[in-house]
């Protein structure tokens, strides 16, 4: 993760336990979906991999459901805060109607709930879903605006100066879910 000494780093999902747990996460979207019109969305950038990944197992057990992309960039409530350094922007990508259809945002994280509070805005430009649900890898904790996820992969305290790195080796070309924390060394 890295290699500055004053950065401590714990893996706290091995590729295999992601693995797991997103077989987990496909299970107990088939069971509470069955039936329904449903379609995925994943937020930019691991939300989408972690959509398409689910989708995929999902795929394997004969159940199909539309995979779309979401870059929430230009709905963030910090834009303003970037100064002149403007967010890489990715191409949104929504192939099918959501009108009715019950969707289900994927991010890898969630913290604050901001980033749902800004995909949420992004998405009602598509329409408007019959219903919205949240699925995570993990959820850390420390909201600040009232979100919460249908679908939990796994929950972990955590402190407000620790935090949690999901590697994907599509996005990465490593694998591994990571806690995080400057342990005060020299920079």
């Not at 890295?2 to 069971?31: F, G, K, M, N």
């Not at 870059?71 to 929504?94: C, K």
């Not at 649900?133 to 407000?160: S, W």
């Amino acid at each position: 993760m890295s290699d500055r000494p004053d950065i401590s780093t714990e893996e706290i999902l091995s590729p295999e336990r992601i693995e797991e747990t997103i077989s987990i996460l496909a299970h107990e979207v088939a069971s509470r979906c069955e039936g329904e019109e449903v379609a995925f969305v994943g937020i930019f950038t691991r939300g989408v991999t972690l959509a398409r990944r689910v989708a995929a197992v999902l795929e394997q057990r004969g159940i199909s459901y539309p995979v779309g992309t979401l870059d929430i960039s230009l709905y963030r409530d910090d834009f303003d805060n970037h100064g002149t350094a403007l967010p890489r922007l990715e191409s949104s990508d929504v192939p099918f109607a959501i009108d009715g259809t019950r969707v289900i945002l994927f991010d890898e994280v969630i913290f604050t709930g901001r980033t749902i509070r800004a995909a949420l805005d992004g998405l009602m430009d598509y329409g408007r879903p019959a219903k919205i649900e949240l699925a995570v890898l993990v959820d850390r904790g420390h909201r600040e605006i009232p979100i919460q996820p249908d679908y939990v992969g796994l929950t972990v305290e955590t402190q407000f100066d620790e935090y949690v790195k999901v590697r994907f080796r599509e996005d990465d070309d490593k694998e591994g879910v990571f806690m995080v924390k400057e342990t005060g060394g020299e920079k």
